[in-house]
């Protein structure tokens, strides 16, 4: 085969290339700016050149004679305006400057619906005869083309709906022969959700009308199975000046289900990803967050997940370096897979605990894109262990006493001892003993109440009720003043011990005689509560010590203050530690509980 010329073409144009090298006809190519880019053998064969004497920036008025080339100009402009397509008489000039007559078909080339350039068709008119039989090469090595190599369906449409022209490619589209779509009406071809569609802008097109060019819809096999189409269509005028259709159809139902799939596979993640209850984050190689869900926004009391995009992962874990950052990444990158406990930092400034199972990201080649996290929340759990870790310890300090004072006790007996002695031992022993059981039945209470469900109480009969037992027992007399005859709260059968332990803590952390010891109780009811306050005329406490009181991790007031956390919590709020008389926290204590009045 003969040399061409060409640059560096598209995949599509190179196919058209190898068929054109074939032609017996000039062919060339030119870009936007007119600069050539393409001539087959006979093309420079017409004009004497080869590729060694083409310059790079040859265009098409190098090609033709000089009083000709705005001619030339304007007829391409015109063409990729949008203007139909003619041919014109143009003097060609040779290498030597010798003028040959001829005759010239130009078009444009159009990829992914923009026009990139020109494709020109050269009839040597100084040799009539042998032209006349090179067009007729030309038009069966493009039909060949068009039939045999053309990746899309190619159609041809009279003015009454009837396939005049169709390529291979539009027959396996369809599933079915030529013979069975010539001469058919294309209107039998389309399903029929999309007819109406399709009918009508042939109408338009038809008329002259400006319609949409490229548009999908779908067809009807010869199996009864759908096509997914998308057609490019346009309209030419005939030699008999009837208007004809003529479009490229690409069959695009794998493209469209394997969209479909994705579609369908991106929602499931994502709806799996949102509905989490724990929270997830993404982070890229440079360790910034690219991805998180609601749940993590939850955790961290943030407005919005989009609010954690862009920022580094040390902004929202709770005391973690650059250096920390930069180590998880090297063995995420070394493909470790772990487990950990870390923290989060909340909106409000606190932190919220979380088991973090974090797992290396990599690219289709293998390079690290990132890495995937999933946060748990342990709070209740750290909560739990702190608690269990605290009455563990609450139990072993309070229990200890009250085995020193059994070992106190035990120290009376002797062989010689007196019955005094033995007496005061033995109240030694019991003492310990009976506090020892009432610190094991609080704990047993305390843990009971976690899972009894609320139920109306008059919690005005409870504290009745366990004022006499005080008085019974302690020989004080509480002071129930203008409480009203019944109020029903939403509380459990440890209501009791509640109101019980406070005031026990008022008699016994008051230094004065039972006869000066003062307990005085006020309840009132508010809007759906009810706020019950217990008063004493002891030492009181400092500010200090007041924050503290109800403090978990702290042992003062033991067991029986833990359980009256506890309890307060479930029933309303955390109780309130106020000074008797404002202002003056000699002058004795104050607890405030808050009660949800019962419907």
């Known amino acids: 085969m003969k040399e061409s010329y060409e640059r560096e073409p598209s ?3 190179k196919q058209f290339r190898q068929v054109a090298d074939g032609m017996l006809i000039p062919v060339f190519e030119f870009d936007k700016k007119f600069i050539l880019q393409y001539a087959n053998p006979p ?3 017409l004009l004497q050149l080869s590729k060694d004497t083409i310059s790079p920036d040859m265009t098409a008025a190098d090609l033709v004679a000089p009083e000709q080339i705005s001619l030339v100009e304007d007829g391409l402009r015109l063409l990729r305006n949008g203007e139909d397509s003619v041919s014109i008489s143009l003097r060609a000039v040779r290498s030597d400057n010798v003028r040959i007559p001829t005759q010239v078909y130009s078009n444009t080339i159009v990829d992914d619906g923009n026009i990139t350039g020109y494709v020109v068709y050269v009839v040597d008119l100084s040799r009539r005869e042998v032209a006349e039989e090179k067009m007729l090469a030309r038009k069966e090595i493009l039909e060949f083309m068009v039939d045999y190599y053309s990746f899309a369906g190619m159609i041809v449409v009279d003015t009454n709906y009837q396939f005049e022209y169709v390529n291979d490619k539009m027959c396996d589209i369809l599933g079915r022969r030529r013979s069975e779509l010539l001469g058919n009406d294309f209107r039998k071809f389309v399903h029929p959700n999309d ?55 690409v069959d695009i ?4 289900r394997s969209a479909y799939a994705l579609q369908e596979s991106e929602r499931r993640y994502r709806s799996l990803i949102e509905t989490m209850d724990s929270g997830l984050g993404v982070d890229n190689a440079e360790g910034k967050m690219v991805l998180a ?5 939850k955790m961290m009391d943030c407005e919005d997940p989009e609010s954690l995009i862009g920022i580094p992962i040390t902004d929202i874990m709770h005391g973690w370096t650059e250096n920390q950052v930069i180590e998880k990444m090297e063995e995420r990158k070394s493909g470790k897979i772990e487990h950990y406990e870390a923290s989060l930092k ?21 390079e690290y894109i990132g890495s995937l996290a999933i946060f748990t929340d342990i709070s209740d759990v750290k909560k739990a262990e702190a608690e269990v870790h605290f009455l563990l310890d609450l139990l072993l300090h309070d229990i200890g006493n009250q085995l020193q004072l059994i070992l106190a006790g035990g120290d009376f007996l002797e062989k010689d001892a007196s019955a005094d ?14 506090r020892c059981l009432e610190l094991i039945q609080k704990v047993r209470k305390a843990e009971e109440a976690k899972t009894e469900p609320l139920c109306p109480v008059d919690v005005i009969g409870v504290i009745r009720a366990e004022s006499e037992l005080l008085f019974k027992q302690r020989g004080v007399r509480v002071d129930v003043g203008k409480l009203p005859p019944k109020v029903m709260v939403l509380a459990d059968q440890a209501l009791s011990q509640l109101i019980w332990n406070l005031f026990e803590n008022a008699v016994v952390h008051n230094p004065k005689s039972d006869d000066k010891k003062e307990v005085k109780v006020k309840g009132r009811v508010t809007g759906d509560q009810f706020i019950l306050s217990i008063a004493d005329n002891g030492p009181g406490l400092t500010d200090d010590k007041k924050l503290a009181l109800f403090e978990p991790t702290r042992r003062y007031g033991g067991v029986g203050l833990h359980l009256v956390r506890r309890l307060a919590e479930k029933y309303g709020g955390a109780p309130e530690v106020k000074d008797r008389v404002k ?14 009045i019962a419907e």
């Open 293 to 297: 869900n609601d749940a993590l926004c």
């Open 583 to 596: 202002g003056k926290p000699d002058h004795g204590l104050k607890i405030v509980v808050n009660f949800q």
């Open 253 to 256: 139902t794998d493209e469209k």
């Open 421 to 434: 002695q033995i007496l005061r031992s033995k109240r030694y022993v019991m003492d310990g003993a009976l």
């Open 195 to 249: 007819l109406d569609l399709v009918a009508a802008r042939y109408k338009k097109r038809q008329r002259g009308e400006t319609v949409p060019s490229v548009y999908e819809f779908q067809v009807v096999r010869k199996d009864g199975e759908t096509a997914d189409i998308r057609m490019n269509v346009g309209t030419i005028r005939s030699g008999d000046g009837t208007i004809k259709t003529v479009a490229q159809l």
């Open 346 to 366: 909340h909106k409000s400034g606190g932190v919220v605990p979380v088991m973090v199972s974090a797992s290396p990201l990599f690219g289709p080649d293998g």
């Open 43 to 45: 093309a420079l064969k």
């Open 11 to 13: 995949p599509k144009r």
